[in-house]
């Protein structure tokens, strides 16, 4: 046996039992591993964590590929709700105006329950028989000299490997970063969020129509309204944190939804308790180099590349990543420092371009959405996909809905763009012929199924 392959005495640990992490300890299991993971909160099958909120997160092809990989989709076909579209509500107009994600039937997104999709993914992680989670367990640090984990209070546990899933604010990247390997940095937005919910109409249906994501363009802040399936809405303000400043009393925060989002607020009785009562986070990129350490730490999801939310991708690229690791463990058999490293080479430039993008995404959805030079480009990239579906898609549905790398899916809106803004500016320029010389679009994971959740 290699020095590098874990034994009784150096077990494989994951630090955080969130998405990326129970995932990972699926693939982990079946790859023939012990696992023990680690999370810092209560039991989230037992305990409810979000204080009685449902916090939900939008779902797309590249999240779907390793859930449809390790068997759970069935399972969270139930709990989701497809979205085809935006649904753009506009100051003083009573019809919100629905711009559809594309022209076919599998380009939607889906509505998830934070906690519910995390709770599938730890059964499954305990089903494979190999996997303990130990719940209230707080890493607060790593001596990779006596390959300890040390915990809040101060117990210890001997590790072999230990896997990175705790977040953007890593404790285990923070260990790595002591030692050398890994140079990190979060540029933070000066945009803050919160969340409130839209409750349910008296018959229990949703108040507005679910299969949308719903978006109040104001153009330095927004509101976005995503359903659950028990008829409320998880509804989320994006504002600069000088509007959060200047929001301190109960009058001042219904006066400014009641003048921004009237529509919405009608429906909502206990807006300025929920506003008070509800945490103000904080947005930003964390930028980090280095994502292992030797063959003794790995990190991925948030712990590696966390985002700003804007393209809806942070949960779909940590859940990629988390199967890009086992897929590179799986390939680099007793050499897990090459694995991990080839991991990182693979990721990190994807993971870079997901994070630019998403920054994009925040203009495009709180101001370009409403812009009529931005709605012509998107038109026209539509149009185009449709008559060269095998050469062109609009940036977003190369993003959302195909499984081609983050970086490539870049570099080819660059391209896309530029073709669309030369024939905007002259429509005598022959923009099909431009396009037919674009390299063919990649085909999607065998995984990628477009029927994989149902879109009803
Ligand atoms: C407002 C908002 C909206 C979003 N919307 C979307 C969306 O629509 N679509 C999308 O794809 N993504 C979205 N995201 C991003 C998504 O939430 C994250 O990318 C995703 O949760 C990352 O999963 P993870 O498992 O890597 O990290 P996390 O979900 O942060 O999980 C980390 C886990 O580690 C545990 N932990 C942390 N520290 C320790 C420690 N020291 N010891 C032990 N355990 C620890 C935590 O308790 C947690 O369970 C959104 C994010 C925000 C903030």
Redo the contacts with the bound molecule.
Sequence with gaps: MSSSTPGADSPMVI???????SLLGVYLARQGHDVTI????PDLRRTDIDAGRSI?????TR?IVPLVDIGVIDQVDAITIPMRGRMIHVVGDPTPDLQPYGTQPHEVIHSVS?SDLNAILLDAAEATGRVTIEFD????SIDFETSQLVFDGGRTEPFGVVFG???????VRKAMGAKGSSDFETEWLDHS?K?LTLPPAADGSHQIDPNALHIWPRGQFMLIA?ANPNGDFTV?LFAPNETFDQLTAPNKVDSFFATEFADFAALVPDLAEQYFENPT?R?GTLWADGWAHQDKAVL????AH??V?FH???????LESARSLAQHMAAAGDDLAGAFAAYEADRKPNADAIAQMALDNYIEMRAGVVDPDYLAKRDLALELGERHPTRLSPRYNMVMFSTMPYAEAQSRAATQGEIIAAAIANPAIDVDALVAELDPLPSLDPLADPDALTNS
């Design positions: 630090v955080g039992a969130g998405l990326a992490g680690y999370e810092s909160r939900n997160l939008a779902l797309a999240g934070r367990a707080r890493i607060e899933a705790d977040g953007a604010g890593s404790r969020y969340e995503l989320t986070g947005l991925v999801g948030d712990a966390a985002i939310p809806g991708q942070g949960m779909n690229a940590s």
